[in-house]
C-alpha cells in the first residue's frame, strides 16, 4: 500500500485547507472514525472515493498516489532541470521539466538516469549541411533496440521515435543543440555531447593503434 495513499499526505492537507475531520468526513459522505483511520494508517479510503478526495482536499490524483505535494515553478524551459521517464508496460515516453510525479499504466515512474555512450551502445554523431546525423550502433531486433533518440536544446527538445527493424539514425536541426540523449530498452537511457565526434569503439581502436 505504499504506492495507495498516505495518511500523513492526507493530514497534512486536510490542515492545509483549515479542514476538520468532521468536515471532510462530511463532504465525503463517510464517517469521522473512517478519516481517523486512514489518517493514522490503519485503514484506507475505498478506491471509489480517491477522486472526490482529491477534490475536496484540493490535490490531483497522482498527487495523493505519490504522498507528495508538486508545485510546477518553472516559468520556461531549463534543460538542467529537464527529467525523463520511460513505462515499462508499454514504452511511453514522458520530458518534465521540473519535479514532477509521473504515472502510466497504474505505475510511478523512477526519473531515469543518462549514462555516458559505452562500447554496447556507441553513437556517432557527423554534420550534413544544417543538420546533425546522430548513429546508433545497435542491433535493432524486436527484443532489444533502441527506442527513441532525444535532442536537447537550450530552448527545448526534439524527439524521434524509433521502432524495431528499422534503422537507429535520427537528424536533428544543429542550431542550440547540446546534448543527444537514447534509450535502450534492455540498458537504459545513454547521453552525448552533440558534437562531431567518433564513438566509444572507434576512440578504443584509435587508443590501441597509438
Same mark, same amino acid.
Given at each position: 500500500m505504499? !504506492? =495507495?495513499v498516505t495518511g500523513a499526505m492526507i493530514r497534512r492537507l486536510r490542515e492545509n485547507k483549515k479542514m476538520t475531520q468532521l468536515q471532510l468526513a462530511e463532504e *465525503? &459522505? $463517510?464517517?469521522c472514525k473512517a478519516i481517523s483511520k486512514w489518517e493514522t494508517g490503519k485503514g484506507y479510503p475505498d478506491i471509489t472515493l480517491l477522486e472526490p478526495l482529491a477534490a475536496a482536499l484540493g490535490v490531483s490524483?497522482? +498527487? *495523493?498516489?505519490s504522498g507528495e505535494r508538486i508545485t510546477n515553478t518553472n516559468a520556461s524551459f531549463n534543460m538542467l532541470r529537464m527529467k525523463l521517464y520511460v513505462c515499462p508496460v508499454c514504452g511511453n515516453f514522458i520530458v518534465s521539466i521540473g519535479e514532477a510525479v509521473i504515472s502510466c499504466c497504474g505505475i510511478v515512474l523512477p526519473v531515469l538516469e543518462? +549514462?555516458?555512450e559505452d562500447e554496447e551502445h556507441p553513437a556517432h554523431i557527423e &554534420? $550534413? +549541411?544544417d543538420e546533425y546525423c546522430v548513429t546508433v550502433a545497435h542491433e535493432m531486433s524486436k527484443a532489444h533496440y533502441i527506442s527513441f533518440i532525444l535532442a536537447v536544446k537550450d530552448d527545448? =527538445? +526534439? *524527439?524521434?521515435k524509433l521502432y524495431p527493424e528499422g534503422n537507429a539514425e535520427a537528424r536533428f536541426k544543429i542550431s542550440r543543440t /547540446?546534448?543527444?540523449y537514447y534509450y535502450c530498452n534492455r540498458h537504459g537511457l545513454f547521453r552525448v555531447p552533440a558534437r562531431p565526434h567518433a564513438s566509444a569503439a !572507434? /576512440?578504443?581502436a584509435s587508443t590501441c593503434s597509438a
Amino acid at each position: 500500500m505504499n !504506492q =495507495y495513499v498516505t495518511g500523513a499526505m492526507i493530514r497534512r492537507l486536510r490542515e492545509n485547507k483549515k479542514m476538520t475531520q468532521l468536515q471532510l468526513a462530511e463532504e *465525503l &459522505t $463517510v464517517s469521522c472514525k473512517a478519516i481517523s483511520k486512514w489518517e493514522t494508517g490503519k485503514g484506507y479510503p475505498d478506491i471509489t472515493l480517491l477522486e472526490p478526495l482529491a477534490a475536496a482536499l484540493g490535490v490531483s490524483m497522482i +498527487e *495523493l498516489f505519490s504522498g507528495e505535494r508538486i508545485t510546477n515553478t518553472n516559468a520556461s524551459f531549463n534543460m538542467l532541470r529537464m527529467k525523463l521517464y520511460v513505462c515499462p508496460v508499454c514504452g511511453n515516453f514522458i520530458v518534465s521539466i521540473g519535479e514532477a510525479v509521473i504515472s502510466c499504466c497504474g505505475i510511478v515512474l523512477p526519473v531515469l538516469e543518462a +549514462e555516458e555512450e559505452d562500447e554496447e551502445h556507441p553513437a556517432h554523431i557527423e &554534420t $550534413v +549541411e544544417d543538420e546533425y546525423c546522430v548513429t546508433v550502433a545497435h542491433e535493432m531486433s524486436k527484443a532489444h533496440y533502441i527506442s527513441f533518440i532525444l535532442a536537447v536544446k537550450d530552448d527545448g =527538445y +526534439e *524527439l524521434k521515435k524509433l521502432y524495431p527493424e528499422g534503422n537507429a539514425e535520427a537528424r536533428f536541426k544543429i542550431s542550440r543543440t /547540446r546534448w543527444f540523449y537514447y534509450y535502450c530498452n534492455r540498458h537504459g537511457l545513454f547521453r552525448v555531447p552533440a558534437r562531431p565526434h567518433a564513438s566509444a569503439a !572507434q /576512440r578504443e581502436a584509435s587508443t590501441c593503434s597509438a
